[in-house]
């Protein structure tokens, strides 16, 4: 996964030169969250975590991605 963070990292002069391999985040297991996971655990596990986009995996299968601005949204149309 590649985050903005990666990517203002890469300084500008050397941008056209870096490759994908060099900047991307290794995936690690305690980043995934089941689709059936509730809101409010998925953003205390990301902030517990320290990751700012879990994936979704139900079974073998990548099914989507979390932002903690979606988790806000969600939480913001909920509120009214």
Known sequence: M???KEIKEIPK???EDTRVREVYLKHKKQ???SPE???IKALES???EDTGR???KAGDAIVGLITRNG???YIQIKGR
């Open 2 to 4: 590649i985050t903005l």
């Open 71 to 73: 988790i806000a949204k």
């Open 13 to 15: 002069n050397a941008f």
């Open 46 to 48: 990301m902030i517990r």
């Open 54 to 56: 879990p994936i979704v």
């Open 37 to 39: 996971e509730d809101a």
């Open 31 to 33: 980043w995934e969250i």
